[in-house]
């Protein structure tokens, strides 16, 4: 329950304003000279709406025209606005009903910097009088439609200004002037921000304009709106609150554009330097502090509003084509709100919170009430909210475009993150039962569909980075043994699997035929699937063979010497192989026998010269990029009759397949519109900064060298076209159908195979001239060739590969499902090496992952803020909008 407690603020003359504006500082030799261009805060309390200057009525054009006027007067260069005059004044924000897109045409950027430059007194005049009328509104409890038509012009109008206000540095401390409580005994001061966001959060509250009255016992019995419990008002049930009120689409347009003004509020981040974001943004400290007798209730209705919203509803086709939906505005900026204050945490140690003191921060109660939320009931409310809002875009329907489609997926990927973050109870509760593939599904969806957007890297990152974080976790390994079953047509190859199936051939598709920028994301994608691998009970043919094909395309020799980090990919896949085979063998034949088809990948693996001469040679047979025809799946045999090379042919004719089978009804991934606008980004972490630093088979110094990794697709298709020459044969003719199966590979099989032949080749100039610089010496190769965890992979292939062929000579297999079978009842216990301890390698905050966060987090809510456009066009410095 809300503290309840007396709020009214007796304002006093402002007795100091210091702020210097541009070259045209505000001095004032005297206090006379100073009331005359901000008058006393008394001034404002005494003056009543009905005692104003009488106003002609006049239509709703000729206000506009006036309110035009008005602006134009203010910005004209030398000409200081009176004060006191309160008729010209208050054409700004009385007698009309402005809407916010035309007081956006009505006040365009260039004059509002003219205001800055050429007449900051106006515009600080203009910012006092917007944020008095905001007071003294709530002081009246804003009952009338006139006092309430006020409000909204305020908030239209300085939602219009702020930005251009933060664009200065000499401007943004105008709002942090103090202003004296008016006794001469006390020292406290309030600053104008602290009036302004009071005044917005009491308003959020006021009954009959943003909430539904609960007492109608007459006007004189109607709360006063300073004294008010606003843990009566919240807005949607949910955590902490049982009643659903009534909804009223008019109230709910009157929160969203509060809580857009609250918005812009906080987006002084935007307005500063990358190196100086973690630096407290003062608006928000006071928003989510103790001194915000709201901050409780406020907290409740954004997290209930996102968490209960339903864009479907009933079901019925097109009634979002039928109706206007009010709601969705306003679960979309409580979002933003929500992961914008939950972003702003001070507790951190870090040098530049450091400066500052912890009285003047105070605590982040909304990250200390998400903190304490412990009940099953709420946690499954705040689940099923979020996976219902993810899953949305997914939805499937006969009629097309006949369900409503949501576009905040990735401010949702971010409250998830944070919730899992600072929750970490809520984590466990994702993780404990299979309600966490919910979560799972569309972030690879949305994976795999960006991936060919460089607009979308961001998204990109942020679903890598929530896997990576889920990953950490073992039953999250788990619960990907959960069969898999297609609800959403996705542009992968058709399988028949698990969830862990469905992760791998995303992962690969990803690495496979995603854009250059997606680079240093392989070894997050990596880690991943080394996290999950000693749990993955099950395989398909076709995960089994994209593993496979992954290793193949990071240890050709070109590649591996190609940049001092890139071995440590292989490092990884051979450790997802260990798992599997330690810890997993039994359900897994298809990944053994595609190791045993594939066993020479492994021989070349622990061959790799590591002479000048060898390397060299490795280096310049790196082949152009092109696009290469699709790769035979099996070599003819050696020692066959006529006939038999006949048939071989054939086979190998039937493998050759142009077009890899999708899923019936995906499309492909399309890279971005020409034109398109994107937020830079800040580097990715590297991986030894991301996860804790432990690992089995590097050292130190290695795990945290950066990941620069040349161009991947080259390598990809050239080996598919590689792959028939470079097989070594097997040491039997007559054993070589059961490893490379002479025209018994299965319809599964051959697709998986196929696939790789439809990797798209992009230039590599710009991978190439990077790589230029790095030469690998013979010493840099011996440092880690030797480390290459091999033993488990090659005790398996000298046991299981005589075997195969003895089995396949006496039985004369030819059919892969017959050594399927074999493996699947075979066992290797007490014929491997001893199980090594399994290495999870956790996510752990820091402060390269923080400031990522901040700078997509900002940059998601410019681009989607358009209507009305709120900093479009501000010259904004935490990141750069680019056009693709």
Wanted: proline content about 6%; hydrophobic content about 40%; some cysteine.
């Amino acid at each position: 329950m809300c503290e309840r407690r007396e709020y009214s603020e007796v304002h006093a003359p402002w007795l100091s304003f210091c702020a210097v504006i541009s070259d045209n500082a505000l001095v004032f030799s005297t206090e006379e000279q100073k009331d005359s261009v901000f008058p006393p805060f008394s001034s404002w309390t005494s003056c009543k709406v009905g005692n104003r200057a009488p106003v002609r009525a006049m239509g709703n054009t000729d206000t506009k025209l006036n309110f035009r006027k008005a602006i134009v007067q203010i910005t004209t260069k030398n000409q200081q606005i009176d004060a006191s005059d309160d008729a010209f004044w208050d054409q700004f924000w009385t007698e009309h009903s402005t809407n916010v897109q035309d007081v956006f045409a009505l006040v365009p950027p260039n004059e509002i910097r003219a205001l800055r430059q050429e007449n900051p007194a106006n515009l600080a005049t203009l910012l006092y009088k917007a944020t008095e009328r905001l007071v003294r509104a709530v002081d009246n409890s804003c009952r009338t439609q006139t006092e309430q038509q006020i409000v909204l012009n305020c908030v239209r109008l300085m939602q219009r200004i702020l930005p251009y206000v933060f664009e200065d540095s000499e401007w943004r401390n105008f709002f942090w002037s103090q202003l004296p409580s008016g006794s001469e005994s006390d020292d406290s001061a309030t600053p104008l921000a602290h009036s302004l966001l009071n005044a917005i959060c009491d308003l959020l509250f006021c009954p009959d304009f943003t909430v539904v009255a609960t007492r109608r016992s007459g006007p004189d019995k109607a709360e006063e709106l300073t004294n008010i419990d606003s843990c009566e008002y919240i807005w949607e049930a949910g955590v902490g609150f049982a009643q659903s009120p009534p909804k009223h689409s008019h109230l709910e347009m009157r929160r969203t554009e509060l809580l857009k003004l609250l918005l812009t509020c906080f987006s002084e981040t935007m307005y500063r330097a990358p190196s100086t974001s973690e630096e407290p943004n003062k608006w928000i400290a006071h928003f989510t502090s103790a001194d915000n007798r709201h901050a409780l209730p406020l907290f409740t209705s954004l997290l209930n509003t996102v968490c209960a919203y339903d864009p479907v509803g009933l079901g019925v086709p097109y009634n979002h084509l039928l109706f206007a939906d009010t709601m969705e505005p306003l679960v979309e900026v409580c979002l933003q709100i929500l992961i914008v204050t939950l972003d702003h945490d001070m507790t951190l140690n870090s040098p530049t919170t450091a400066a500052f003191d912890e009285t003047t921060l105070g605590d982040n109660l909304f990250i200390n009430y998400l903190s304490r939320v412990h009940r099953d009931e709420d946690f499954h409310f705040i689940l099923r909210g979020i996976t219902r809002l993810l899953n949305n875009p997914l939805v499937q329907s006969y009629l097309p475009n006949s369900t409503k489609r949501l576009h905040c997926h990735q401010e949702l990927l971010v409250f998830f993150w944070k919730i899992c973050d600072y929750n970490k109870k809520f984590l466990y509760f994702v993780l404990k039962s299979s309600d966490v593939l919910d979560v799972l599904v569309p972030i690879l969806y949305h994976l795999n569909d960006s991936r060919a957007d460089q607009s979308r890297v961001g998204l990109m990152h942020i679903g890598v980075f929530i896997l990576l974080l889920l990953s950490g976790e073992r039953n999250f390994g788990v619960r990907l043994n959960k069969p898999y079953t297609a609800t959403v047509p996705m542009d992968i190859p058709v399988f028949t699997g698990t969830h862990a199936d469905l992760l791998v051939t995303v992962f690969h598709k990803i690495i496979a035929t995603g854009h250059q920028r997606l680079q240093p994301l392989f070894d997050c994608l990596l880690t991943i699937l080394v996290n999950v691998s000693p749990y993955l009970k099950t395989l398909s043919m076709v995960a089994s063979i994209k593993m496979l094909h992954l290793l193949e395309a990071f240890s050709t020799p070109w590649f591996v010497y190609s940049a001092p980090a890139n071995h440590h990919l292989v490092f990884f896949l051979l450790e997802i192989f260990n798992n599997i085979i330690q810890y997993q063998f039994d359900g897994n034949s298809n990944l053994v026998y595609t190791i045993i088809r594939k066993r020479h990948v492994f021989h070349a693996l622990a061959n790799l010269p590591s002479d000048v001469g060898g390397i060299s040679r490795c280096l310049s047979s790196r082949k152009g990029a092109r696009r290469l025809a699709p790769p035979v799946a099996a070599k003819a045999p050696q020692a066959e009759d006529a006939e038999d090379e006949d048939e071989s042919e054939e086979d190998n004719k039937g493998d050759t397949i142009v077009e890899e089978e999708s899923m019936e009804g995906s499309k492909p991934a399309l890279p971005a519109e020409p034109g398109t606008l994107k937020a830079s980004l800040l580097d990715t972490p590297a991986i030894g900064q991301m996860t804790e630093r432990e690992s089995a088979h590097m050292t130190s110094s290695q795990s945290q060298e950066s990941p620069t990794l040349c161009d991947l697709n080259t390598t990809l298709a050239t080996l598919s076209c590689e792959e028939a020459k470079d097989e070594l044969p097997a040491k039997s003719p007559s054993a070589s159908p059961a490893i490379s199966p002479k025209g018994a590979a299965s319809g599964e099989l051959k697709r998986a195979v196929a696939q790789r032949g439809s990797i798209r080749v992009t230039s590599t100039s710009t991978a190439a001239a990077a790589a230029a610089v790095w030469t690998p010496t013979p010493e840099w190769v011996s440092s880690w060739r030797a480390k290459l965890p091999l033993q488990t992979i090659m005790r398996l292939l000298q046991v299981l590969v005589p075997q195969v062929e003895k089995i396949c000579i006496d039985k004369g297999l030819t059919d892969e499902s017959e050594i399927l079978k074999f493996l699947q009842h075979g066992t290797l216990v007490g014929l491997l090496p001893v199980p090594h301890p399994i290495l999870i390698r956790k996510y752990q905050a820091n402060s390269g992952t923080t400031a990522w966060f901040r700078t997509y987090m900002w940059g998601v809510i410019y681009l989607r803020n358009i209507e009305p456009a709120i900093w479009y066009d501000t010259d904004v410095k935490l990141f750069e909008i680019q056009r693709v």
